[in-house]
């Protein structure tokens, strides 16, 4: 973490909603270590009772509900609650804009009205679709989300953008990829899983049969996608340095990543060597819309908040959450 913007940072109250999911559970838990006051606001349908940090305080209910609780003793809303299956938002659009754009707007409503004047928020790279020219992308590109979960966030980054512009919200939306990786007890655990590094490491648990590459043939040095992974802890270090860097009536955008893209094949291969477990591959048709790079450009990142991610080897990611995913393996 960035030590000026740190050392700048004076102890808040923070509410985290969606704290008590994957990436908000680990933002919870850094904003405690670093001395703030935390409230998670949660409905558990996604999340996890025990995933919410000791120290913070718990309540379950829904975003749109938010102002029955928040109230001018808060400093700051950490945003993370909105549902986020690409394959759910195509067969069920109206639960999309309904959760991730009305909660939101809700949010912002109870926000306003309680005196709240700073707001960082979880977006995602979703926003820009399939873009023509990929590597890297930065926060300049075309957003051109191709599907209802892309457009539902870009939905609300616009929101914000207004509430900021009208009334004077101090925001900074986060963009970022393939999150992956544990902090200590708190890692990936999603219900269906889709993810890539989890899928991997349920079949070196002998909980999958096997592997599906999604298609063989991109122009990559392999001939499958490429993406950018980034650590969920350094993940949480960035918003912890968004929180510092909110500024009223400005709403910045950041994109997050390593920078360096790993192969489908790189992944299943360094799942080999971290697990040493063999993980039965095989190759399927490739997926409709799937790019065959996407890779983060995070220099206003870097510019702007002083950050930058400290865990990039895939290697140390993959280890992390196999750490996390063997927790619940007999031994």
């Known amino acids: 973490m960035s030590a000026s913007v740190s050392a700048s940072m004076s102890e808040k109250t923070c509410l985290v909603t969606g704290g008590a999911g994957y990436i908000g559970s680990v933002v919870a838990a850094h904003l405690l270590a670093a001395g703030h006051r935390v409230t998670v606001l949660d409905d558990l349908s996604t999340g996890h009772r025990d995933a919410v940090p000791q120290g913070a305080r718990f309540i379950e209910g829904r975003v749109q509900d938010a102002g029955r609780w928040l109230d001018g003793s808060y ?29 939101s707007l809700d949010l912002l409503d109870a926000m306003r009205e309680a005196g709240v004047r700073t707001l960082v928020f979880s977006s995602t790279a979703a926003t820009y679709g399939d873009p023509r020219d990929p590597v890297p992308l930065t926060e300049t590109d075309t957003t051109a989300p191709t599907n209802p979960y892309g457009a539902s966030k870009l939905a609300v980054d616009h929101m914000i953008a207004g509430e900021c512009a009208a009334h004077g919200l101090a925001a900074v939306s986060l ?45 990559t040095p ?4 490429v993406r950018d992974y980034l650590h969920v802890s350094d993940l949480a270090e960035a918003h912890l340095l968004a929180l510092g860097a909110a500024r009223p ?35 399927g048709p490739r997926r409709p819309g799937d790019p065959a790079v996407l890779v ?28 996390f995913a063997r927790q619940a393996e007999p031994r």
């Open 249 to 283: 009536g400005e709403h910045l955008i950041c994109n997050l990543g390593n920078g360096n893209g790993f192969s489908v094949r790189q992944v299943v291969e360094t799942a080999r060597a971290v697990t040493g477990r063999p993980l039965p591959c095989r190759t």
């Open 75 to 103: 400093d700051a809303v950490l945003h993370f609650a909105a549902c986020s299956q690409v394959g759910e938002s195509v067969a069920a659009p109206e639960k999309y804009w309904r959760n991730n754009v009305g909660g």
């Open 175 to 219: 963009r970022y990829f393939n999150v992956a990786g544990a902090h200590g007890r708190y890692g990936e655990r999603h219900a269906p899983e889709t993810h890539l590094i989890p899928l991997v490491l349920q079949t070196a648990l002998g909980e999958r049969p096997e592997i599906t590459v999604h298609g063989d043939d991109y122009p």
């Open 296 to 323: 983060a450009s995070a220099e206003r990142a870097r510019e702007v908040l002083g950050w930058k991610p400290r865990r990039p080897e895939l290697a140390g990611i993959i280890a992390d959450a196999w750490e």
């Open 222 to 225: 392999d001939g499958t996608c």
